[in-house]
């Protein structure tokens, strides 16, 4: 036991001096060695950073998706009769109130109906006018499809609706426009009970949402605040500017909106315009009179009880649609699915793209390290053949080539991933994308690992080469 362990040890340190030999080397050719990690830190470097704005894009997607009403939201909206049924067109109905209380009836799969029409609208109120992204007439059930939050007031009711009452609840860029926002003014003003005029017609503001936001932009906020109000108001001013264009797009919609009541819109603003001829008919109440017909919706919002139940959903919604629209297919679903399918797919797309330029990026490096390595091999022939000639073993000159070749690839792999916060920083600065670059542990540890099999691969040819010198060919090479 004892002869073994003294064999052990006797290997143990042969290794540790080929280590410190191979060390030594480096250290003796610092700046040759740090032109070959070049391309090592290079593909590292870029690999943590395209992850990194790939999670960035990623986490912002999904933040958007579970804005807007998540999986189990679906979305029906009008189309054009299809080439083969033109000649009914006369017939197409669109979409209607008889399709929310058929699908109310018949649809045991939709757990909740909201439906929608839409007006171009200029809003005016304390001496200012702009014009919203749209005015919307709902039921209050909106409030909870649209995952919207009442952080001021209430949302108006069943009654309010079954009365038109002229109410409405807006989003913070209303406010914002007509008031000014708090970061500009220093006052946040809450204008629940003030009037405002949509296209002339006066509204009394009973609710108001919360200020929708993107992680980034809290962030920023939080961060503002504390620096300073004049940053604060710099910063906010820029993300709210860029918010149509980025990656905050839908909470600048959600920001945007403005709610008023569907029997209020029909009765005030569509009323004897858009009648459909077809249906059971419906009766608006209150207002001037009253009117009488279908109306047709802009869109009608639905969510099923499951993303599992989906295409039986789909297929039952379908069902009592052609049913109701004379078997005429006016009518399409826009589902959160997709959009979720369309970000999965854009996401792989990108990871794929990236980390083949990225790998290239190593594979070059790689290469850069096996010729510095042969060259290197060059340079020490007599070197190696002394010392074979001393006692060192075949081994040991190839280990000691290896631990040069990793020595190198690991501390280009050190340095890229240091170098990888700076490429990220300035990325996250020039990057059109509003969703900042998140730097994961696993995409650390995977560009690290990459590098360290570079170095493992581009090593061993020329550990081989070193390796298989004959000591007296190689104590007379000139």
């Known amino acids: ?85 033109r000649h009914l067109i006369d017939q197409a109905v669109g979409i209607t109130l008889n399709d929310v209380y058929a699908l109310q009836e018949s649809a045991p799969l939709v757990t909740r109906l909201s439906p929608e029409m839409r007006l171009p609208a200029t809003v005016s109120g304390n001496g200012k006018s702009f014009r919203p992204w749209g005015l919307a007439g709902v039921w209050p059930v909106a409030l909870e499809m649209s995952e919207h939050v009442i952080e001021h007031g209430r949302m108006f009711n069943e009654i309010d609706d079954e009365m038109a009452r002229n109410v409405c609840v807006i989003g913070t860029r209303t406010r914002d426009e007509l008031w000014g926002s708090p970061e500009r003014t220093g006052i946040e003003v809450i204008p629940i009970g003030e009037t405002i005029y949509i296209n002339g017609v006066p509204f009394i503001i009973i609710g108001m949402f919360q200020h929708y936001e993107s992680e980034q932009e809290r962030k920023a906020r939080e961060l503002a605040q504390r620096e300073g109000n004049q940053t604060q108001q710099d910063v906010v001013t820029r993300d709210r500017g860029r918010g149509r264009r980025g990656g905050n797009f839908v909470f600048w919609l959600k920001n945007s909106t403005i709610y008023i009541p569907l029997n209020t819109m029909w009765m005030k603003f569509r009323s004897g315009v858009t009648l459909t001829g077809f249906g059971p008919g419906f009766q608006a109440t209150g207002g001037a009179g009253g009117a009488t017909g279908d109306p047709r919706l802009s869109t009608l919002e639905l969510k099923i009880a499951s993303v599992d139940t989906l295409p039986e959903a789909l297929q039952q919604i379908r069902n009592v649609l052609m049913s ?155």
């Open 1 to 85: 036991m004892s002869q073994q362990s003294e064999v052990i040890r006797h290997s143990s340190g042969q290794l540790v001096t080929t280590i410190t030999a191979g060390f030594r080397e480096i250290w003796a050719h610092k700046f040759r060695s740090l032109l070959t990690m070049l391309g090592i830190i290079l593909g590292v470097s870029s690999l943590v950073a395209m992850s990194a704005l790939v999670a960035g894009m990623e986490k912002g997607a999904k933040e958007a998706l579970v804005a807007i009403g998540g999986l189990e939201k679906v979305r029906i909206e009008p189309r054009e009769v299809p080439v083969e049924q």
């Open 324 to 478: 109701t629209h004379r078997g005429i297919e006016d009518f399409t679903f826009r589902t959160q699915e997709e959009w979720a399918e369309n970000i999965n797919n854009f996401i792989r797309n990108a990871r794929l793209s990236g980390g083949l330029i990225a790998g290239i990026s190593l594979l070059v490096g790689g290469i850069g390290i096996m010729n510095i390595m042969l060259a290197s091999i060059s340079e020490r022939v007599r070197e190696i053949g002394i010392r074979k000639s001393v006692g060192a073993s075949t081994a040991d000159i190839f280990v000691q080539i290896l631990v040069e070749s990793v020595v190198i690839a690991v501390l280009g792999g050190l340095a890229g991933l240091a170098t990888s916060f700076a490429l990220v920083q300035m990325l996250s600065s020039l990057s059109p994308t509003e969703n900042a670059p998140i730097v994961t542990v696993s995409a650390m540890g995977v560009a690290f690992g990459f590098s360290v099999m570079i170095g493992i691969l581009a090593g061993i040819f020329p550990a081989i080469k070193a390796a298989r010198l004959n000591p007296i060919q190689a104590l007379r090479y000139e």
